[in-house]
Nanobody
Framework: QVRLVESGGGLVQAGGSLRLSCAASGRTSSTVTMAWFRQAPGKEREFVAAQSLIGGRTDYADSVKGRFTISRDYAKSTVYLQMNSLKPEDTAVYCC??????????????????WGQGTQVTVSS
């Protein structure tokens, strides 16, 4: 089993930056692909970014492309989400997720098996 714990959320003004962290523990061999999803109040969960160990595949949602960067520290079993040029519409609970597979569409939530509880990001205008 894998445990995921997010941190780094907070309140920031529009145009500012935050870096989220997600620390994995347990059977980290099951974290071939790791990703970030977010859910805003009254809206469904949406894909943000993902990275696979195999081939270094990285995917981003169009809404965050060019502003957010996903990266991993393999020695520490930690994935990061650097968020720049934040907008009020980025306000959401950001959740880290992980799965054993690296094929196909990395934005599909069905390929992920383990989920963190999320960290709140609030962007004020």
């Amino acid at each position: 089993q894998v445990r995921l714990v997010e941190s780094g959320g907070g309140l920031v003004q529009a145009g500012g930056s935050l870096r989220l962290s997600c620390a994995a523990s347990g059977r980290t061999s099951s974290t071939v692909t790791m990703a970030w999803f977010r859910q805003a109040p009254g809206k469904e969960r949406e894909f943000v970014a993902a990275q696979s160990l195999i081939g270094g595949r990285t995917d981003y949602a169009d809404s965050v492309k060019g502003r957010f960067t996903i990266s991993r520290d393999y020695a520490k079993s930690t994935v990061y989400l650097q968020m720049n040029s934040l907008k009020p519409e980025d306000t959401a609970v950001y959740c880290c997720t992980a799965g054993r597979f690296a094929l196909g569409n990395l934005s599909a939530p069905s390929i992920y098996e383990y989920w963190g509880q999320g960290t709140q990001v609030t962007v004020s205008s």
